[in-house]
Every structure is written in structure tokens, then in C-alpha cells.
């Protein structure tokens, strides 16, 4: 099973979550500036909110490798919201790439809002997730190449 994970950040803050996400899935995490090199059965995508919408980086990302990206799961950062899933999803939506049910997402800091959020707290968590995804991508790999 092929993964990546990328990120696009403004502060700092989902490219700190992204890092603890890769780490823990034993990949690398790329900024958006990294087109997918060659298709993946996952991409972990790290992004957060702007005026309620994510950034267009992210959208155009998404369209120009669509073809490369079987499936798309979301690990984020905002001040005040619990997902990504709606402004995500729509892009995903246009680019017509799946969008995984699994989430993580966390506080980030915004000015003096939630100081040093991503925390350890959350990396540690986020690196749960991870590890929980990981896990979960390969029994369902394991599974498919038993049933066939
Ligand atoms: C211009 C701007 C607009 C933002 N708009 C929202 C928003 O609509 N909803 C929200 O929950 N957070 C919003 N935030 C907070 C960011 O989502 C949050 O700080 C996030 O952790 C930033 O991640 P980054 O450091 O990776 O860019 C905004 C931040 C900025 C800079």
C-alpha cells in the first residue's frame, strides 16, 4: 500500500501536525510545492481553515494530481471549528477523489487564540491516528489479498 502525506501551512502549525503524522506512518511530510511523484493508494493531506474555506493551494493541489490520489484523508488545524470535511469535500468533490471518513483535527494557534496549539498533547495524539490508520490500511490490504 502506497502512501504520502503533504501539508499546507500559513504559521507553522499543520506542518508541525503533518510532521508528527508522517513520523509516525513512516513517511515524509512534503508541503504542496511536492507534486505526487507517482500514485498513492492514500494521501494524508494536512490543511486548516481560512475565512471558513480551505486554501486555494490546497484545491489546485488536489486537481493537478487527481489521477495519482486513490483516496484522501484529512488531518487539520483551525481556531474554532471540529472538521475540514465540509470545504474539503467539495474540493475533493471537483477533483473527484474520494474523501475518507477517518479525520483528525485539532486547535491551532491564531493570533493569541490557543497559544502553542498543535501542543504535545496533539501531536501525540495525531501520531495515534496515524498509527491507528496504518494499521487499519493494512489489515484491510491483508483481507483483500486473502479474499482473492
Ligand atoms: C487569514 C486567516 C483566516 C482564518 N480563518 C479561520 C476560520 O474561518 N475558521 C477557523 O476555525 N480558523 C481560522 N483561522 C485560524 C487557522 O485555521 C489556524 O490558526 C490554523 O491552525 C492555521 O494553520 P497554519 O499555521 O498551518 O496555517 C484563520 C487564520 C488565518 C491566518
Redesign the pocket.
Known amino acids: 500500500m502506497k502512501l504520502a502525506v503533504r501539508?499546507?501551512?500559513?504559521?507553522?502549525?499543520?506542518?508541525r501536525?503533518a510532521e508528527a503524522v508522517a513520523q509516525a506512518l513512516g513517511q515524509q511530510a512534503l508541503d504542496l510545492s511536492h507534486p505526487l511523484s507517482e500514485r498513492v493508494d492514500l494521501l494524508v493531506l494536512?490543511c486548516?481553515?481560512?475565512?471558513?474555506?480551505v486554501d486555494p493551494a490546497v484545491k489546485s493541489f488536489l486537481l493537478e494530481n487527481r489521477l495519482k490520489i486513490g483516496r484522501l484523508v484529512c488531518v487539520g488545524?483551525?481556531?474554532?471549528?471540529r472538521s475540514l470535511r465540509g470545504p474539503l469535500s467539495r474540493a475533493a468533490k471537483r477533483a473527484q477523489i474520494p474523501l475518507d471518513e477517518r479525520e483528525f483535527h485539532c486547535?491551532?494557534?491564531?493570533h493569541k487564540a490557543?497559544p502553542g496549539?498543535p501542543n504535545e498533547k496533539d501531536l501525540e495524539r495525531a501520531a495515534c491516528f496515524a498509527k491507528q490508520l496504518l494499521a487499519e490500511e493494512t489489515g484491510a490490504q491483508r483481507q483483500e489479498e486473502w479474499d482473492h
Not at 7 to 15: A, D, I, Q, V
Not at 77 to 81: C, E, G, L, R, V
Not at 107 to 110: A, E, L, N, S, T
Open positions: 501539508y499546507f501551512t500559513r504559521s507553522g502549525n499543520t506542518k501536525l494536512g486548516s481553515y481560512y475565512a471558513f474555506d488545524t483551525s481556531a474554532m471549528m486547535r491551532g494557534q491564531f490557543h496549539r
